[in-house]
């Protein structure tokens, strides 16, 4: 049995909370720590089965039955907290990013060398069932060489000004899961992003200094190109689909839905919508990683995702940032200088 640390009790806290109490039966969440730590939050988490809160996560690192800590809290309080823990030898899985800092991401880097620490990032859709299936055929050389890959991702609702203007902005907030998965599915680094984005969903979030809709073109280590294309608002759900086209086919995956049904009569042909938004369609991708996580804990082999997959997002989403202040194709090589 793995005993587990939760620094963070908010969305993806509770998400993990869940996923580790109710699918994952080799794990157990000891302790769960936020600062903002209520009654109500303390009872729901001892209702799923955690054993004791806190609102001081040094409890966590410093409690020696305690085998591995999930960094669930704030952006800016990642990468400090998984140096400290690193430090405590505690195994780190890190919800996404790990810092919007290179140098920052560096010193978890530099906290890892001569360690045996587990330590894994938290891009949650490639253990999706769909973009598993997508990848897995592009690894088995089903559609050959590949040429072009293309990634949707459109979230239902944008969020609010107040919080655009602390996320680090879309590329590193929303994209980032896509410069992930074009990786995840072309099986290399990209070496060059060009972005052409503007706001067409919320005048305040331009405002507030970010763009909402975005089509980004990035040239692959192996020669591929691919293309991402975001709105921060889809009337109809969340979209999120892949596409590998190569020298032998193509592979593709659709949305997903509560059903496939589709009623056909003399008004048209109707479906269901996709799945409303990330934790409706991602529940069992979350449960999913941390099993592999305890798995490379318990086993003693590679997280599935370690610190350098965490670091080339970033890298990427710095890249198209700079291309869209720049209006320019942007080297990943003039980030990492």
């Not at 999706?128 to 609702?157: C, L, M, W, Y």
């Not at 996320?167 to 990209?190: E, K, P, Q, W």
Request: proline share 4%; aromatic share 6%; hydrophobic share 40%.
């Amino acid at each position: 049995m793995v005993n587990v640390g939760i620094i963070g009790a908010g969305r993806i806290g509770r998400v993990h909370v869940e996923s580790i109490c109710t699918q994952v039966p080799n794990a157990k969440v000891k302790l769960l720590a936020d600062p903002f730590m209520t009654e109500e939050t303390s009872a729901w988490a001892k209702g799923m089965g955690v054993e004791a809160t806190t609102k001081d996560y040094k409890e966590i690192l410093a409690d020696p039955e305690i085998d591995a800590v999930l960094i669930c809290s704030s952006t800016d309080t990642h990468s400090p907290i998984s140096v400290e823990a690193i430090k405590a030898g505690k195994h780190v899985f890190c919800e996404k990013p790990i810092d919007h800092d290179v140098a920052k991401i560096q010193e978890v880097i530099d906290a890892l060398k001569d360690s045996n620490v587990k330590y894994q990032v938290g891009f949650n859709r490639r253990f999706d069932h769909n973009f598993e299936a997508v990848q897995s055929a592009v690894a088995a050389g089903k559609v050959g060489d590949v040429h072009v890959i293309k990634v949707t991702s459109r979230d239902p609702e944008p969020p609010c000004a107040e919080y655009v203007k602390v996320s680090g902005g879309m590329f590193l907030d929303m994209t980032i899961h896509d410069f992930d998965m074009v990786r995840f599915l072309a099986g290399c680094n990209a070496e060059e992003v060009y972005v052409e984005a503007a706001v067409l969903v919320d005048p305040a979030i331009g405002e507030a200094g970010d763009v909402d809709t975005a089509v980004i073109t990035l040239k692959m280590e192996n020669g591929a190109i691919a293309v991402i294309d975001n709105s921060r608002k889809a009337v109809y759900g969340y979209d999120q689909r892949a596409e590998v086209f190569g020298s032998k086919g193509m592979v593709a995956t659709a949305n997903d839905s509560a059903s496939t049904a589709v009623i056909s009569n003399e008004n048209g042909v109707t479906g269901e919508k996709p799945l409303y938004f990330f934790l409706e369609r991602y529940m069992a991708a979350y449960a999913k990683e941390i099993k592999c996580f305890i798995k490379a804990i318990e086993e003693d082999t590679d997280t599935p995702l370690g610190v350098m997959d965490g670091l080339q997002p970033v890298l990427m989403g710095l890249a198209a940032k700079k291309s869209l202040e720049e209006h320019r194709p942007v080297k990943i090589s003039e980030i990492t200088m």
